[in-house]
């Protein structure tokens, strides 16, 4: 069975910094214009295109240097969080029972 205390904990630092966030800023982070277009992306190159687009606002070479850092973190974050969802898949099948039946959770 797959061990759920890791994600519970990264789910409550998240929850936590989004209210720090909503506390400091007085913006809902999640009903943010730019998060809810990021929500609608499918791709990873997608979220580049949109960040890319919102970096026009830095100038050169502080928008290589951002855009650099996003497409690092993307290409870790995309992996994990597949390997996320497969490992909450593969925590839905219990081992095999005495009788040797495989059950779904």
């Known amino acids: ?17 989004l209210q720090a966030y909503e506390k400091k800023t007085g913006v809902t982070l999640t009903q943010h214009p730019l998060a809810q277009q990021l929500q ?32 690092t973190t993307l290409s870790i974050l995309t992996p994990l969080s597949a390997a996320v ?3 909450d898949a593969f925590g839905l099948v219990r081992p095999e029972s005495p009788d040797g039946v495989v059950s779904l959770l």
Do not use: N, P, W, Y
Not at 1 to 14: E, R
């Open 85 to 87: 969802s497969l490992a």
């Open 40 to 71: 609608d992306c499918q791709s990873t190159q997608e979220v580049i295109t949109l960040l890319q687009g919102q970096l026009q606002a830095f100038d050169e070479s502080r928008r290589d240097k951002v855009s650099k850092t996003i497409k």
């Open 1 to 17: 069975m797959a061990d759920h205390s890791g994600s519970a904990h990264l789910q409550t630092l998240f929850e936590s910094a």
